[in-house]
T-cell receptor, first 114, second 114 residues
Framework: AQSVTQPDIHITVSEGASLELRCNYSYGATPYLFWYVQSPGQGLQLLLKYFSGDTLVQGIKGFEAEFKRSQSSFNLRKPSVHWSDAAEYFCAVGATGGGNKLTFGTGTQLKVEL | KAGVTQTPRYLIKTRGQQVTLSCSPISGHRSVSWYQQTPGQGLQFLFEYFSETQRNKGNFPGRFSGRQFSNSRSEMNVSTLELGDSALYLC?????????????FGPGTRLTVT
């Protein structure tokens, strides 16, 4: 069964600083990988996804993520964080042939200091 | 295009009661998935429906059930409510059950069981 680990529960960065959120997955084959963001009281918004091909994927709001098969990682990055990026971020994995079932990590709460 | 809508947004029920939550997917989307989000367990997959058929089911007791109608709208039902069922219930829709398509999440229904 697939699993996702987000080792950082909370991260605080200053506005304008760079950001990297870590995600490690466990899955036997090449998975479908996703990053979602959730603002308080809201549903989930997809930031980016990886299915195959180029291992560096670009998403919305200036986010990017890199798939590293050798490290089973899919870390999310942003070169310059804005105060509005404060939210909770979830990494998720979907199994090929597994329909739309997603397995989520526990999330990373991002705080941005002005 | 209108997004995924969930009704009601907030609900308070008493232990032992039952509850029905509704989800209207994006027009043209035929796959609907449900997730439970709690502080302790995080985001957990409940089930997925496509063309009125349940395709995937998570590890939840039989008190949790769902269905999908011919217009792709979906409902989930929880019978004999327990305090631990208090959660944010999220619905997601997708045009396909293949897993490689983007899923769009609704704002959720916040269920409180007292």
């Amino acid at each position: 069964a697939q699993s996702v680990t987000q080792p950082d529960i909370h991260i605080t960065v200053s506005e304008g600083a760079s950001l990297e959120l870590r995600c490690n997955y466990s899955y036997g084959a090449t998975p479908y990988l996703f990053w979602y963001v959730q603002s308080p009281g809201q549903g989930l918004q997809l930031l980016l996804k990886y299915f195959s091909g180029d291992t560096l994927v670009q998403g919305i709001k200036g986010f990017e993520a890199e798939f590293k098969r050798s490290q089973s990682s899919f870390n999310l990055r942003k070169p310059s964080v804005h105060w509005s990026d404060a939210a909770e971020y979830f990494c998720a994995v979907g199994a090929t042939g597994g329909g739309n079932k997603l397995t989520f990590g526990t999330g990373t709460q991002l705080k941005v200091e002005l | 295009k209108a997004g995924v809508t969930q009704t009601p947004r907030y609900l308070i029920k008493t232990r032992g009661q039952q509850v029905t939550l509704s989800c209207s997917p994006i027009s043209g989307h035929r796959s609907v998935s449900w997730y439970q989000q709690t502080p302790g367990q995080g985001l957990q997959f409940l089930f997925e429906y496509f063309s009125e058929t349940q395709r995937n089911k998570g590890n939840f007791p039989g008190r949790f059930s769902g269905r999908q109608f011919s217009n792709s709208r979906s409902e989930m039902n929880v019978s004999t409510l327990e305090l631990g069922d208090s959660a944010l219930y999220l619905c997601a829709s997708s045009p396909s059950p293949q897993g490689s398509y983007e899923q769009y999440f609704g704002p959720g229904t916040r269920l409180t069981v007292t």
